[in-house]
Each structure stands twice: as C-alpha cells, then as structure tokens.
C-alpha cells in the first residue's frame, strides 16, 4: 500500500468519518435550513418589491462565506478534544487521507449541500407573499459569481482549515480574529507603502491588485490594473494552494 495514499483505505476512512459524524452534520444541515427559512423569511416581509438577481447572488455568496466558514473551523475538532485527540492521531491512515477527507466534506460536498439548501429554501420562500403584479424570479448563478464564489470560499476555506488544524479550541473565534487583525495590517502596511512610492496622496485604495486612486498637484488619477479581476483570481487562488498545503503540514506535524 501506498505511503502517502490507498483508494482502499482513504474510503474506509471515509465511510468510518462518515458514520462517526453524520449526525453533527445532518443538524448541522438543519440548522441552515433553518437559518435560511426563517431569516429569508423575515427578508421577504419587509422587502417592497421582489428581491432581484444581484440580491440572490449576494445573500448566496455571504452566507456560503459565513456559514463555510464556521463550519471549515470544526471539520478537525477531534484533534483538540483530549479524549478524541490520541484516537484521532494513532488512525491507521496517512495525514494526507485524514486531510482529504476533511477537505473534501468542508468544501466540495458543503458546498453542494448549500447550494442545494439555498435554492430549495428560495423555491419554498417564493411562495411566502406576493408582490401584486410584480413576479418574484429565482436568479441562477452565472458565470461571474459562481467564479466569485469560489475564489473568495476557497480562499476563507483555507484559512478557517489552517485554524481548525492549528488552534485546539475556540477555532473560528481565534482563526477570524487573526485573519481580521492580518488584513488591517497588510491594508495599513499597503497604504504607507503606495503612499512612499507614489509620493502622492492617497484619495482610495482597493483590495491589493485592483488599484489606487491619487491626487497629484490638485489632479485628481485613477491606477488600476489592466487586468484586476484576472490578477485578484490569480493571487488569491495561489495564496489558497499555500494555505491548504500549510494546514496540510500542520496536521502532518501532529502525526509524528
């Protein structure tokens, strides 16, 4: 068998995680079914008119981010659990079947199973109230935010895994506290350091790689990148690879 990995054994390991789990995960589900239903709810009551495309793709998209997240923090609980933790390490399977399994159940088939979720509490929902004359239409996702959604879950993904692997308890507080303090500081850092090399005063600053906006002798310029969108995509999902392979290594380290 395989050093690093086995189809046969990452699938016993699966099924055990499955069967050991499957009920956290399934109230897990209905908790946001719940979430959805009775917050969506609320939404459609006070809404005047019927909530529109770029309104779906939005509450999909933050909820997948808020919802994933928390739930990426708990995907690796056992090792923090005294009485799980030597169970947990001692498994017959490699660190990279016990991490693909927690990949693969906190982002492919999470994200399946909200998908699923979110449209079906829409369909449901749509028949809560009626706007008189004006329809209320289910948005697919098109191509720009199922692009969105990725980049940005695969990004939080990796950092709320990270912080699963790494802290032994209170993972989604400590993980979201430092991802918040980080970003204040590379933003503040970003801001000092465009403002040495421009010499010029800052008016707007985007996320890093989008672009800048100055004033220079009372002229007022807009720097962005000639491609920003492509160059955000890129930075973001490589700093995602990196991610998931430290918190790889960090579960590796807990091995030995």
């Not at 719940?34 to 019927?50: K, Y």
């Not at 923090?80 to 490699?94: C, D, F, R, S, V």
């Not at 918040?180 to 850092?189: D, K």
């Amino acid at each position: 068998m395989s050093k690093y990995f086995s189809l046969q054994r990452f699938l016993r390991l699966f099924v055990k995680h499955t069967a050991e789990h499957y009920r956290t995960y399934i109230m897990s589900t209905a908790v946001l079914v719940g979430v959805l239903f009775f917050g969506g709810g609320f939404i459609f009551v006070l809404m005047p008119q019927p909530p529109d495309a770029g309104f779906q793709n939005a509450c999909f998209v933050m909820l997948m981010l808020l919802s994933g997240a928390i739930f990426t923090s708990t995907i690796f609980s056992d090792f923090g659990e005294k009485n799980k933790a030597a169970a947990a390490i001692i498994l017959p399977a490699t660190s990279f079947e016990k991490f693909l399994t927690g990949w693969l159940y906190s982002y492919v088939i999470f994200m399946l199973t909200y998908t699923a979720v979110f449209f079906i509490a829409l369909y449901g929902l749509s028949s809560l109230r009626s706007w008189g004359d004006q329809t209320f239409i289910i948005s697919g996702l098109g191509k720009e935010v199922v692009v969105t959604a990725l980049v940005l879950y695969s990004f939080l993904h990796a950092i709320a895994l990270l912080g699963a692997i790494g802290f032994k308890r209170l993972h989604f507080i400590k993980t979201a506290f430092l991802f918040f303090l980080a970003y204040a500081i590379m933003m503040l850092s970003s801001r000092l350091l465009l403002g040495q090399i421009t010499g010029a005063k800052l008016v707007h600053f985007d996320i890093p790689f989008e672009g800048l906006s100055v004033v220079v002798d009372g002229n007022y310029y807009v720097i962005e990148s000639p491609t920003p969108q492509a160059a955000v995509i890129l930075v973001s999902t490589v700093v995602s690879f990196l991610l998931w392979t430290s918190a790889y290594y960090k579960l590796k380290e807990q091995q030995v």
